[in-house]
């Protein structure tokens, strides 16, 4: 089967290994060609191909002349590599979804709507994340008629949200988009060496909740709880977020670090936290949590993404609201007890079993044969296989 993806990476073509190339690595397997439709490059293309069987094409064209020319490209694609389905990666002012949209009308090849996460769900964090979410809701209710499915990556959160918007149950695919190499994210094999009590890996941008942390480690230091912590990422508030750690007086407990080189180095990471925490009011995962959770480490979360269906029960960490004093109450119960913590990490790696790399990748796989199976653009040889096992 041959597959067309219409993807916003801006990574692969310069040389750059990010999550995409990372899915690509096995997912490339399960087809017997690739074409990917990307947006203009901001590097010199490097790359136009992977692993013998991912073709990249990189547009020639500003943003507002993607949807037209990703249709114009998608057709000519077809017709000469006769795809059997079209996946769309969907946000933002949604150019791929409305270019699939135009290819499938015009070739009869069904697209998968991938939605991960909508701004503002559950939370609208400003202005501009309302604008967005306005925005999505307007695709979701144009497209409903027009894609064959949409690919959601929680379990509650966006198909209760796409249902809300009018898109049918039987429309909305639940595929975990997590997908953990658990042979790099593993607990440590001997004892701990903790260099830290909370860690945060991430881009450093408003939806993620940084100066919320940063309050609640202040309220931690003010219980008499001297907090040690260390942010992870970069971003346009890397400025700020020091700022706001000075003016909070935690300055002598924190610590910051811009990137780390290898998945092992971040693994590393992880092994010598405590607790991870996410504060964010928006998220499709997010990955970072379930990274440091097979690592060992129990997460402190607000309710976004998969971390509801993960620590609903307070197992294998605590939910918090979207507060400061929420948020430092839930990382004071877990700290709090060093033997409820260690169970907690042993919780957290289990819960993070199921996001195994390769059988993630394998039903991300399966899920998108089962809408070119059920449009009947399959190949007859390969349709009987994916049906049964749409219906295992």
Not at 301 to 311: C, D, K, N, Q
Request: charged share 25%; aromatic share 8%.
């Amino acid at each position: 089967m041959k597959l067309l993806m219409l993807s916003g990476d801006r990574q692969v073509c310069v040389g750059e290994k990010g999550p995409f190339h990372s899915m690509l690595r096995s997912f490339h397997a399960h087809f017997d060609r690739i074409d990917v439709l990307v947006p203009r490059q901001p590097a010199p293309v490097v790359q136009r191909e992977l692993f013998g069987r991912v073709h990249f094409h990189p547009a020639p064209v500003p943003r507002w002349r993607m949807p037209s020319w990703l249709a114009k490209t998608g057709k000519r694609l077809v017709r000469e590599h006769g795809h059997a389905a079209i996946v769309s990666h969907d946000y933002g002012f949604f150019y791929n979804g409305r270019g699939a949209a135009r290819i499938s009308r015009a070739t009869g090849v069904p697209y998968f709507s991938e939605i991960h996460h909508v701004p503002g769900v559950p939370v609208i964090a400003d202005r501009r994340e309302a604008f967005d979410k306005w925005v999505a809701e307007r695709y979701v209710r144009w497209a409903t008629p027009r894609a064959a499915a949409f690919r959601v990556v929680n379990a509650t959160e966006m198909p209760d949200l796409l249902h809300s918007w009018g898109v049918p149950a039987e429309k909305v695919r639940v595929v975990p988009s997590l997908y953990i190499d658990l042979d790099v994210f593993r607990p440590a094999p001997g004892i701990v060496t903790y260099e830290q009590d909370v860690v945060f890996v991430g881009r450093l941008v408003a939806n993620k909740g940084l100066d919320r942390i940063v309050q609640a480690l202040a309220l931690m230091r003010k219980s008499g709880q001297r907090v040690h912590a260390l942010f992870v990422g970069k971003g346009p508030l890397a400025g700020k977020l020091r700022e706001w750690v000075r003016e909070a007086g935690v300055e002598d407990t924190t610590r910051f670090i811009e990137w780390v080189d290898t998945p092992d180095d971040l693994a590393d990471i992880y092994r010598k936290s405590r607790c991870v925490v996410c504060a964010s009011t928006c998220e499709g995962g997010p990955r970072f949590t379930v990274e440091a959770m097979a690592c060992g480490a129990p997460a402190v979360s607000t309710p976004v993404g998969v971390m509801t269906e993960l620590l609903q029960d307070g197992e294998a960490g605590r939910l918090a609201g979207f507060h400061a004093e929420g948020l430092a109450a839930a990382l004071l119960d877990v700290l709090g007890d060093e033997d409820r913590r260690r169970a907690m990490g042993r919780a957290a790696w289990e819960r993070a079993q199921p996001h195994e790399y390769e059988r993630a990748i394998a039903g991300y796989a399966d899920a998108v044969k089962r809408v070119a199976a059920d449009a009947g653009t399959m190949p007859a040889n390969e349709r009987a296989g994916a049906q049964e096992e749409g219906a295992a």
